[in-house]
């Protein structure tokens, strides 16, 4: 029978299965592919430069030994490094790289025990000095599906979410992104995800952290000098859930890291999970190969709950803390606290504690009280129709004008008013300011943003019309 790469290798594979714990096998040595035999010289090709690395610094004698074994003494390993693939699904470059000469063969120099334990991780999640070697998954288990009720607002990221959560890894939706504005449950779902997963698939490991906790933990590690022990205990995450990606703006160094991550756990069939207050389109300083990324799977958009959803919020909150509440208070309250969940659960919570506290019966005249302190307390929210009005009646034209496609001065500068102000006084996306102001692009309203800022520090008079629109529309 001829001797093969493949058959050498696997043979190999045999000895070192015997001989290191099954975690580090899966993870180092079930990826790597046997490439070529040229006389005692056996070529592999590894995911990454970190993975070359981590072999040649941690598993070098145990490969030696395997390789004599099947080649002699003077056998030689080769390491084929895979390229990054920027290019979709085209075939990857791949780059030769000859093994150092700790990786040429020597009987003598190999003194290796069996059963040889794979090397120790640190776990930067682990005060030092304490032994900890189970990854706890940091996830919240009182944020879970039950209480994430389902509404039109919802519904696709939500459905997403279950799909992700029955088989990760295994979707399209990877990676999934839920974006949205503030208190809308973005956490909560990432969380309701991960929490499902790991009652599905206790084996998996599941690991939230926010992207300001990643940032800070590399750059520990870049201080520490142990940046490749932070990458590999990156790698080896099976469901990686990150909160408020859009925190990794600006920060070139954090993103690099995250990328080569990303891109290993994504070749390995590993899911990753994101949020963001942002749209992928609408992210700033963050490098455009992540962008990417983060479009490969689905982004999946909360928006404000419609009233029916927001009883229904109220309603179970209510049921899960025990207390109950008449409908019409329930309503009243549903129906005057419009912008995110976060502000309508504390509506509640500060209504229930004021009838406690005060020993008073819960109203309506209690209701409007505490609803009255909570709306003056919260930045309202104006709407990108009465942004319209407010700019046509200014520039005494109608809406329908202002839409328009003309490229006539004045009315062309009115509609990039209009969208400056929208970006600036809602939650809106570029996209969704776009098509709500003449059906435009997202560049189109980053143009007029720009434009609106050069003009207004130098052009006088058009300062003059950011400064009477900035009154009209305060609120």
Not at 86 to 97: A, C, D, L
Not at 322 to 332: K, S
């Amino acid at each position: 029978m001829s001797v093969t790469a493949q058959t050498v290798w696997n043979n190999c594979l045999d000895f070192i299965k015997d001989n290191i714990q099954p975690q580090a096998y899966k993870t180092w040595f079930e990826p790597i592919l046997a490439v070529k035999l040229s006389e005692n010289s056996l070529s592999i090709q590894v995911p990454s430069k970190f993975f070359y690395e981590w072999l040649e610094e941690h598993y070098v004698k145990i490969l030696k030994v395997a390789l004599t074994k099947e080649l002699g003494e003077t056998a030689k390993l080769v390491y084929i490094i895979k390229m990054e693939n920027t290019y979709g699904n085209k075939q990857p470059f791949t780059e030769r790289i000859p093994s150092s000469n700790r990786s040429a063969v020597k009987a003598q120099d190999v003194d290796i025990p069996l059963n040889n334990k794979s090397p120790e991780l640190r776990n930067p999640f682990v005060i030092p000095g304490i032994r900890n070697v189970k990854i706890e998954s940091q996830l919240n288990p009182n944020y879970n599906f039950e209480n994430f009720l389902e509404g039109d607002s919802n519904r696709l990221a939500r459905s997403a979410g279950l799909a992700v959560a029955s088989k990760p890894g295994g979707t399209s939706f990877n990676p999934l992104l839920i974006f949205g504005g503030v208190g809308l449950g973005k956490t909560h779902l990432a969380h309701a995800i991960g929490v499902d997963i790991k009652d599905k698939y206790p084996e998996k490991t599941v690991l939230y952290i926010s992207a300001e906790k990643f940032t800070q933990q590399y750059i520990d590690s870049v201080k520490k000098n142990n940046r490749n022990d932070f990458i590999h205990f990156y790698q080896i995450i099976d469901i990686l859930i990150i909160d408020d990606v859009q925190f990794l703006s600006g920060k070139t160094g954090t993103q690099d890291v995250f990328f080569h991550i990303f891109n290993h756990l994504h070749q390995n069939g590993k899911q990753v999970i994101l949020t963001s207050d942002k749209a992928p389109v609408d992210m700033q300083d963050i490098e455009q190969r992540l962008l990417s990324r983060f479009k490969w799977g689905l982004s999946a958009e909360l928006q404000s709950p419609d009233f029916e959803t927001r009883v229904s919020i109220l309603k179970n909150k209510l049921y899960r803390d025990g207390v109950e509440m008449p409908d019409d208070i329930v309503e009243y309250v549903a129906k005057n606290i419009k912008s995110n969940i976060r502000e309508l659960e504390g509506a509640i919570i500060s209504l229930i504690a004021q009838s406690s506290f005060n020993k008073k019966e819960i109203t309506i005249e209690l209701a409007k009280q505490v609803v009255e302190k909570f709306v003056k307390n919260t930045k309202r929210e104006v709407s990108i129709d009465y942004i319209q009005k407010v700019v046509s009646d200014y520039f005494q034209m109608d809406i329908d004008t202002l839409q328009s496609k003309t490229r006539k001065r004045h009315i062309v500068q009115a509609r990039q008013l209009a969208m400056f102000f929208a970006k600036k006084l809602t939650k809106a996306s570029l996209a969704s300011i776009g098509s709500q102001i003449g059906k435009r692009d997202h560049a189109t309203v980053l143009h007029a943003c720009k434009t609106v800022d050069n003009l207004t520090s130098t052009d006088k008079q058009f300062r003059k019309y950011v400064e009477d629109l900035s009154k009209k529309l305060s609120v």
